[in-house]
């Protein structure tokens, strides 16, 4: 015999099932691309007017089989308008020893992602969290930070940058991200990226 619930009922069972489903975190890992639409993911990053220092190619949109645009020579000017970032395969690191930072614990053993970067911290995520963290993983000098955690695969990261050339035309810029032990640096060769000093 089937037990028949009255609509009512059957609704609110519904709302409550839905309700706790919502509040769950997403505990399924993180899928590539990650993008991070209006990036400027540099140590003191400034847009505005850049200058190229190396042969660069614009495309007509974010994205590595788009049309071409237009090429940049050395010493020529452009404007730099805004940014997206793509990390085309995520990081992956795992944690060795336990230790805290901003209040979560690590325990051997556990694994987080690499999603992004910004400006002296990564985001990461662990567990359905998502968390911006100074890089503490890799082993660095005796920095016991940097002993607790071991990074298994580099993250990939290519900032899109539209920009508009002295013609006025727009594009989008690849430039590839490279991680350092303080954080990440761009591949190409440009002039006036950040206003650090």
């Known amino acids: 015999?089937?037990?028949?619930?009255?609509?009512?009922?059957?609704?609110?069972?519904?709302?409550?099932?839905?309700?706790?489903?919502?509040?769950?975190?997403?505990?399924?890992?993180?899928?590539?691309?990650?993008?991070?639409?209006?990036?400027?993911?540099?140590?003191c990053c400034t847009l505005g007017a850049w200058t190229a220092r190396v042969p660069l190619q614009a495309y007509r949109h974010p994205a590595g089989n788009a049309a071409r645009a237009f090429a940049l020579s050395p010493g020529e000017s452009f404007e730099a308008l805004s940014g997206d970032l793509h990390t085309l395969q995520l990081g992956f690191v795992m944690v060795l020893k336990p230790f805290q930072k901003q209040g979560k614990r690590f325990d051997p053993g556990d694994i987080?992602?690499?999603?992004?970067?910004?400006?002296?911290?990564?985001?990461?995520?662990?567990?359905?969290?998502?968390?911006?963290?100074?890089?503490?993983?890799?082993?660095?000098?005796?920095?016991?930070?940097?002993?607790?955690?071991?990074?298994?695969?580099?993250p990939v990261m290519v900032w899109w940058v539209q920009v508009r050339n002295a013609a006025g035309t727009t594009g989008w810029l690849p430039l590839r991200l490279r991680p350092t032990p303080e954080g990440m640096t761009v591949v190409e060769d440009i002039d006036d990226m950040n206003d650090c000093g």
């Open 112 to 154: 987080f992602y690499i999603l992004s970067y910004q400006a002296w911290d990564y985001l990461i995520w662990q567990r359905g969290q998502v968390l911006g963290v100074p890089p503490f993983w890799g082993v660095s000098d005796g920095d016991p930070d940097r002993e607790t955690a071991l990074l298994k695969a580099e």
């Open 1 to 43: 015999m089937r037990t028949r619930f009255p609509a009512p009922a059957l609704a609110a069972l519904l709302t409550a099932a839905l309700s706790v489903q919502a509040a769950l975190p997403d505990l399924k890992p993180p899928q590539a691309p990650h993008i991070r639409k209006g990036a400027c993911p540099l140590e």
